[in-house]
Nanobody, 115 residues
């Protein structure tokens, strides 16, 4: 059974930082592309950051220079370091694993940025 479990969400002040983690099980982690998506109320789910099985990265323009995605294949875990947080970063953040026709999602973790 495939499981993706996010952690690290919570409340941060504008300008603050959070680090999200996503631990995967039931997959050969190293051959999957891993991504972080987010969804705010009334909005569509959007890609925040992607890291490929080869280590290449892509970021949404809105987070470029502030967020960093990384992976530790030995721990089957992907991370999202979130710095210089803004209120518009408030959303539920979801971990995604993808390869060919396979696609898996975590349960989501709430991130709230407010003073």
């Amino acid at each position: 059974q495939v499981q993706l479990v996010e952690s690290g969400g919570g409340l941060a002040q504008p300008g603050g930082s959070l680090r999200l983690s996503c631990a995967a099980s039931g997959i050969i982690f190293g051959i999957y592309h891993m991504g972080w998506y987010r969804q705010a109320p009334g909005k569509e789910r959007e890609l925040v950051a992607l890291i490929t099985s080869g280590g290449g990265t892509n970021y949404a323009d809105s987070v470029k220079g502030r967020f960093t995605i990384s992976r530790d294949n030995a721990k089957s875990t992907v991370y999202l370091q979130m710095n210089s947080l803004k209120p518009e970063d408030t959303a539920v953040y979801y971990c995604n694993a993808a390869r060919d026709t396979l696609n898996y999602w975590g349960q989501g973790t709430q991130v709230t940025v407010s003073s």
